[in-house]
C-alpha cells in the first residue's frame, strides 16, 4: 500500500468520523501473516521469504522515541539471542509517520523515529535483529495493526498468528511477574498452544499519518508564543549559574556576529521544544553590546525563541563573564547542562553536537524517575 492509498483511508477515516487506527485493526488470532518488504537498517530490504527457515517468527512492532519501547530494547535483545538457536527468528519493524511525531513527544528520548535515526538507534545500542522502516507508507502497520509500541505478533512455521499483544507485563523490569512471550514461544516450541494467546498492551499509541495535521497545528502553536530578550547583570548571571529552579538547565552563550551560534541557534529552540514540559529550561545569554537589543531580539523572533532570553546588561563583559563562571574564557558559543543542585554536568566551548547533548540532557533526566 503506498502513501497515495494510505492518505486515502485517512481521508475517509475524517469522512466517517472514524481515526485511521478504526480502519486498521489488530490481525485477529489464526491469521497468515501479510507478506512485506522494508528496507533495514543493515542496507538490504526484508520480507517474509528472508526467515523461511524459520520454525517461529516474532514481528515486534517498536520505535525510537517511545520509552515504553526503549524500556524493552534489552529484552528484546535477550530474547532474539536465547532462542535463535531453537529456530526462533525476531524482526523489529518501525510503523510511525516521523512527520506525525509531535516535539513534545520527544522528551523521552534523543532520536526521533526518521529511518536516519533508526540507524543510529540500532548501532548504538548494537540491536541483534533486523530493524524495519514502515514510517514511509506505514503500509505493514496496517496490514498488521499494532496500536502500541512495542507490539509483538508471534507466527508458527506455517505462518499463522499463535500470540499477540505484550511482551510481558511490566515496563520496569524488577515488576515483571508474566512473561507472555518466552511462555508463547516457549509453548510453541513444545507443540502447545500459548497458555495466554492475547494479552493488553501498553505503550505509545502508533503515529498514523493522520496525526500529521496535529504535529503541524502544535509547531503552528509554538511559532505564536511571545519571544523576549532581558538585560542580565552580574547578579542575574550568578544566579543563573547557581540554578536553583528545581529543573535541568542548559545556558548557551552566544552572539549575532559570531557564526557557529547562528548556525547551531535553531538546534537549542528544538531542545527547548523536545524537553521543556519535564523539569527543563533553556536559557540563551547573548554577550552583544546593550545598544544591539534590537537586532538580537530580531534575531531570536525569527528562529521563535520562545524560551528565556537575556542579553549582557553592560560593556562590562568582564565583570559578567566572570560572574557566570571565572575559568570560562568568554569565548562564544559556550553552552552548559546545570542540574538543580547547580553541577555541571555537561559543558562546550565552540559548536555543540546535538546528539551528544540531547543524550546528556535525557540521560541526567531518566536518572530522577521511578524505576
Not at 525510537?64 to 530494547?73: K, L, M, R, S, W
Not at 496496517?142 to 507485563?169: E, K, M, S
Not at 511490566?170 to 507443540?191: F, N, W
Request: proline share 5%; net charge negative; with cysteine.
Amino acid at each position: 500500500m503506498n502513501r497515495f492509498v494510505s492518505a486515502l483511508f485517512v481521508t475517509l477515516a475524517t469522512f466517517y468520523n472514524a481515526s485511521a487506527a478504526d480502519l486498521f485493526p489488530t490481525l485477529p488470532l489464526g491469521s497468515t501473516a501479510p507478506d512485506f518488504n522494508l528496507p533495514g537498517v543493515d542496507g538490504r530490504n526484508w520480507s517474509l521469504k528472508s526467515f523461511a527457515d524459520a520454525k517461529i517468527l516474532v514481528v515486534v512492532f517498536t520505535c525510537d522515541h517511545c520509552p515504553t519501547a526503549q524500556y524493552y530494547e534489552e529484552r528484546i535483545k535477550q530474547i532474539a539471542a536465547d532462542y535463535k538457536d531453537k529456530g526462533v527468528a525476531v524482526v523489529a519493524i518501525m510503523p510511525n509517520d516521523p512527520k506525525a511525531v509531535r516535539l513534545d513527544e520527544l522528551g523521552w528520548t534523543d532520536l526521533g523515529d526518521t529511518f536516519a535515526e533508526m540507524k543510529i538507534r540500532a548501532r548504538d545500542h548494537q540491536f541483534n535483529f533486523p530493524y524495519l522502516n514502515d514510517g514511509d507508507t506505514e503500509s505493514v502497520a496496517h496490514a498488521y495493526g499494532p496500536v502500541v509500541t512495542p507490539h509483538v505478533f508471534v507466527f508458527d512455521a506455517a505462518r499463522r498468528l499463535r500470540y499477540v499483544g505484550a511482551i510481558d507485563n511490566s515496563e520496569r523490569i524488577q515488576h515483571v511477574t508474566k512473561h507472555y512471550l518466552r511462555d508463547a514461544l516457549d509453548a510453541l516450541l513444545a507443540g502447545k498452544e500459548p497458555p495466554e494467546a492475547q494479552t493488553k498492551v501498553v505503550g505509545c499509541s502508533i503515529k498514523w499519518s493522520d496525526k500529521e495535521a496535529s504535529a503541524q497545528a502544535y509547531l503552528n502553536q509554538l511559532a505564536a508564543e511571545p519571544v523576549s530578550v532581558s538585560p542580565a547583570d552580574t547578579n542575574t548571571l550568578q544566579a543563573l549559574r547557581k540554578n536553583d529552579s528545581g529543573k535541568y538547565r542548559v545556558v548557551n552563550f552566544w552572539a549575532t556576529w559570531c557564526a557557529p551560534c547562528v548556525a547551531e541557534f535553531s538546534e537549542f529552540v528544538t531542545i527547548n521544544r523536545m524537553y521543556r514540559h519535564r523539569d527543563f529550561e533553556l536559557v540563551t545569554v547573548s554577550i552583544n553590546e546593550p545598544d544591539e537589543e534590537k537586532s538580537v531580539l530580531e534575531f531570536l523572533k525569527k528562529q521563535q525563541a520562545s524560551n528565556r532570553n537575556l542579553i549582557f546588561a553592560s560593556t562590562d563583559r568582564d565583570a559578567l563573564i566572570n560572574a557566570f563562571d571565572p575559568a570560562w574564557s568568554g569565548a562564544v558559543p559556550y553552552t552548559v547542562l546545570i542540574s538543580p543542585e547547580g553541577k555541571i554536568v555537561y559543558s562546550e566551548t565552540g559548536s555543540i553536537d546535538s546528539l551528544a547533548l540531547k543524550r546528556a540532557i535525557q540521560k541526567a533526566m531518566n536518572e530522577r524517575k521511578p524505576w
